[in-house]
């Protein structure tokens, strides 16, 4: 199983970036989709999550009305589209798989690193 995130960069504050975890070596319509990310010296924490069909989404308070979260089951995909970005949106960002049948078995991306700065 693989999950490879993609997209980060540096951005100045109010920009965009879109981030792409593609996956393999899964049934991906079986797997809702998470993006988390982790800040230096903080906690891992959850962004947005999408059902496996990608009719019910979540977002943290923070990100509401700013980030959207989407999916491609044929092409086995899952976005983060990210706007108005700020300073403190800046870290790591993973996204993970899990299974629908059983929310133990999760599967987790390498990271991409969102700098948001001027």
């Known amino acids: 199983v693989q999950l490879v995130e993609s997209g980060g960069g540096l951005v100045q504050p109010g920009g965009s970036l879109r981030l792409s975890c593609v996956v393999s070596?899964?049934?991906?319509?079986?797997?809702?989709m998470s993006w988390y990310r982790q800040a230096p010296g903080k906690e891992r924490e959850s962004v947005a999550a999408?059902?496996?069909?990608?009719?019910?989404?979540n977002y943290e308070d923070s990100v509401k009305g700013r980030f959207t979260i989407s999916r491609d089951n044929e092409k086995k995909t899952v976005y983060l589209q990210m706007n108005s970005l700020r300073p403190e949106d800046t870290a790591v960002y993973y996204c993970?798989?899990?299974?629908?049948?059983?929310?133990?078995?999760?599967?987790w991306g390498q990271g991409t690193q969102v700098t948001v700065s001027s």
């Open positions: 993970r798989a899990r299974w629908v049948f059983n929310s133990n078995t999760l599967y």
């Open positions: 070596g899964l049934m991906f319509n079986n797997y809702a």
């Open positions: 999408i059902s496996s069909n990608g009719g019910i989404t």
